[in-house]
Nanobody
Framework: QMQLVESGGGLVQAGGSLRLSCAAS????????MGWFRQAPGKEREYVAA????????YYADAVKGRFTISRDNAKNTVYLQMNSLKPEDTANYYC????????????????WGQGTQVTVSS
């Protein structure tokens, strides 16, 4: 089993920034593609961003491209999501995700989930 623990969520005004962190344990972190998803109340969980095992490639949903940056530190077993220019529509519970041996392209690819961290953006 891999354990994923998110942190860094909170309340921020529109236009502000937050950085989410996800600490992984239980498996060799560098063997896993990592990603972030989010789920707003009454909506389905949606893809936000993903990063390959080495960190050499990143992928983003159109809604966050240019505002969010995913990165990872394999020495610290941690993946990050830097969120800038936040909008009220970014309000959601954000989930860290891991996939063994490949990058995450869709929700069905995920092997492990974190418990989520709430991000609330006020207008």
């Amino acid at each position: 089993q891999m354990q994923l623990v998110e942190s860094g969520g909170g309340l921020v005004q529109a236009g502000g920034s937050l950085r989410l962190s996800c600490a992984a344990s239980g498996r060799t972190f560098s063997n896993y593609g990592m990603g972030w998803f989010r789920q707003a109340p009454g909506k389905e969980r949606e893809y936000v961003a993903a990063i390959t095992r080495s960190g050499g490639r990143t992928y983003y949903a159109d809604a966050v491209k240019g505002r969010f940056t995913i990165s990872r530190d394999n020495a610290k077993n941690t993946v990050y999501l830097q969120m800038n220019s936040l909008k009220p529509e970014d309000t959601a519970n954000y989930y860290c995700a891991a996939r063994s041996s490949a990058y995450i392209a869709k929700i069905a690819d995920v092997d492990y989930w974190g418990q989520g961290t709430q991000v609330t953006v006020s207008s």
